[in-house]
């Protein structure tokens, strides 16, 4: 069975920070490229971060760059995302998900796997 599983989610103030991991199987994770994603309220689902099946490329949007470093831990089959100077449109649950080869993809339609997501909440 494939379960992704976020963490590390919680409410903080403008211009603090939060670390989000994920737990994937073993079997997906060692093969696959990560993503993550976020969606607010009344807004479509955007792309967030996403990272190669060796670490080796990582990509990110605009809106989180110099801000948000994703990682990977291939050994605890756990993909990371640290997220720095949280600004309150950064609300949003944060998903994350594996991907059907080894190359990351900013296109949701690139993952075949998905976790339940974890709340991020920034006052402001």
């Known amino acids: 069975q494939v379960q992704l599983v976020e963490s590390g989610g919680g409410l903080v103030q403008a211009g603090g920070s939060l670390r989000l991991s994920c737990a994937a199987s073993?079997?997906?994770?060692?093969?696959?490229?990560m993503g993550w994603f976020r969606q607010a309220p009344g807004k479509e689902r955007e792309f967030v971060a996403t990272?190669?099946?060796?670490?080796?490329?990582?990509y990110y949007p605009d809106s989180v760059k110099g801000r948000f470093t994703v990682s990977r831990d291939n050994a605890k089959n756990t993909v990371f995302l640290q997220m720095i100077s949280l600004k309150p449109e950064d609300t949003a649950v944060y998903y994350c998900?594996?991907?059907?080869?080894?190359?990351?993809?900013?296109?949701?339609?690139?993952?075949?796997?998905w976790g339940q997501g974890t709340q991020v909440t920034v006052s402001s």
């Open positions: 990272i190669s099946r060796s670490a080796s490329t990582t």
């Open positions: 998900a594996a991907g059907r080869s080894a190359y990351p993809s900013s296109r949701a339609d690139s993952y075949d796997y």
């Open positions: 073993r079997r997906t994770f060692s093969t696959s490229a």
